[in-house]
C-alpha cells in the first residue's frame, strides 16, 4: 500500500507554490481570527515583563544583531542568484 506519487515537472514547481500561498493567504484573510482569551496581570506578571531587558546581555543582543544583518544580506544575495539563473535557463532554452 504505497501513497500515490505526483509528478510535477521541474518549471512548475514555483508556479504551484506560488499558487498555494496565494490561496493559503486568502484562506487565512477569510477566516476569522481567534479570539484571544482573557488574561489577568498580576504583579509578578508585570515583574517578568519589567525584568526580560536584562535576560539576554547587551554583547548577546548586538551579535544577534549583527548576525540577523549578515543574514538578510546574505538572503538578498542568494535570491537575486536565484533570479539570475532562473534567466539563464530561460534564456538556455529560447537559444536551443
Known amino acids: 500500500s504505497s ?3 505526483l509528478d510535477i515537472h521541474v518549471d512548475d514547481v514555483l ?3 506560488k499558487e498555494f500561498l496565494k490561496d493559503f493567504t486568502k484562506l487565512r484573510e477569510d477566516s476569522p ?21 536584562r535576560l539576554i ?3 548577546t543582543l548586538r551579535l544577534w544583531d549583527a ?23 530561460l534564456l538556455q532554452r529560447h537559444n536551443c
Do not use: G
Not at 548576525?67 to 535557463?89: D, G, T
Open 15 to 17: 508556479k504551484i507554490l
Open 57 to 59: 546581555p547587551e554583547p
Open 3 to 5: 501513497s500515490p506519487t
Open 67 to 89: 548576525l540577523n544583518r549578515a543574514l538578510l544580506e546574505y538572503h538578498r544575495v542568494l535570491s537575486r542568484r536565484a533570479r539570475l539563473l532562473s534567466e539563464a535557463s
Open 33 to 53: 481570527a481567534p479570539e484571544a482569551p482573557k488574561i489577568r496581570y498580576t504583579s509578578r506578571h508585570a515583574e517578568f515583563w519589567a525584568s526580560l531587558p
